[in-house]
């Protein structure tokens, strides 16, 4: 027999594995095995390889799950209050445009009037003006910055997390 | 099959912790054995373990329940893993992403890992230098398709590399793995 015919046999045993082989090139196959000795052996170990590579068990801690599912609940808990407080935060910034739209021709004119009583550059009570509009998202945006905490810490125990 | 990934996303979307502890139990010995894998080292794969459950429960919006979870759920750990590892050694990503038009790798037998520590039984112990011996890249795909059983195109999602790529490390993995058994029997 030749080279290229236990090639042949080698490769179709391989994509049997990997991704199927047709009818006949299975009949053709069980046919070649059935009279070459070196492709059966051949067969036979890749055989062996799949299935240690199926069989191999995994060790894993059950305090590991329970400790994962711990860590999960107390981050969902995080969310869940997380979500709460960054609702109020919406809330209070739909409170403070909305405030701010309503209010803006009221303090344009104050201003306006107090920059002409003080002789202050037109220039300068705009600026301040447009310190009062963007005020409220500076606080806001250093209210975002400064509360977001550090991530939960790792741990394989329970108890351990709970500190 | 789909019913099911539909209740899973609607309970990822409420961030149901119900959903999750009965994720973690169906997943946990297959999400484990991908991780222990993958990074070769019992702790490293202990916080990655962690850290995807927290990561399922921070992105689960993400999911839509058109798709496998478990795809989704390797996705995740893959990342982490890749992040955690690019933090060790820095190559692993290039390692993770080889193509796989060189030459089928040779498993070398290095120091005792921790793949071989788990290893409790002889085949277990074959199986764990061997693979242990393997490029990540080729380790990776032969976990997905041999051991969790998932079909080449959830592979090559999980994977993010087309079809033809996974399957020519699956050809070469498996053939690697077909020597050194060989090697060793004979």
């Known amino acids: 027999m030749s080279d290229d015919i236990h090639k042949r046999a080698e490769s179709l045993l391989t994509a ?52 994962t599912r711990f860590r999960v609940r107390l981050r969902a808990h995080e969310l869940r209050e997380e979500r709460v407080r960054m609702l109020g935060l919406w809330i209070s910034c739909g409170l403070s445009w909305a405030l701010g739209v309503l209010s803006a021709p009221l303090v344009w004119q104050e201003l306006e009037w107090v920059g002409e009583r003080t002789a202050i550059p037109r220039p300068a009570w705009m600026m301040a003006f447009v310190i009062w509009w963007v005020l409220p998202a500076v606080v806001i945006a250093a209210v975002l910055i400064w509360r977001r905490e550090p991530a939960a810490p790792r741990s394989r125990h329970p108890a351990t997390l709970a500190r | 099959m789909e019913q099911d990934t539909q209740v899973i996303a609607r309970g990822l979307r409420r961030r149901d912790p119900e959903i999750l502890d009965q994720l973690i139990e169906r997943y946990q010995y297959r999400l484990f054995r991908y991780l222990i894998y993958m990074v070769g080292n019992q702790e490293t794969a202990e916080d990655l373990f962690q850290e995807t459950w927290v990561r399922v429960l921070e992105r689960g919006r993400q999911y839509d329940g058109k798709s496998k979870f478990e795809s989704w759920l390797f996705t995740i750990a893959r990342h982490l893993v890749i992040d955690s590892q690019r933090r060790r050694q820095p190559r692993f990503l290039d390692l993770l992403d080889a193509e796989s038009d060189a030459q089928p790798p040779t498993i070398v037998q290095d120091q005792p890992s921790a793949l071989e520590r788990v290893a409790q039984r002889e085949t277990s112990e074959w199986v764990g230098a061997a693979m242990a011996g393997l490029p990540a890249s080729y380790r990776e795909v032969l976990v997905l398709r041999f051991q969790e059983e998932m079909a080449l195109e959830e592979i090559s999602e999980v994977v993010g590399a087309p079809l033809s790529t996974v399957k020519a490390r699956l050809y070469r993995g498996l053939e690697a793995l077909r020597q050194f058994l060989g090697g060793a029997q004979a």
């Open chain 1, 16 to 67: 049997s594995r990997v991704e199927g082989i047709s009818p006949s090139e299975r009949g053709w196959l069980k046919a070649h095995l059935q009279d070459c000795a070196r492709c059966a052996e051949h067969a036979a170990t890749l055989e062996r390889a799949v299935a240690m590579l199926r069989s191999i068990p995994v060790p894993l801690d059950r305090a590991l799950v329970e400790a």
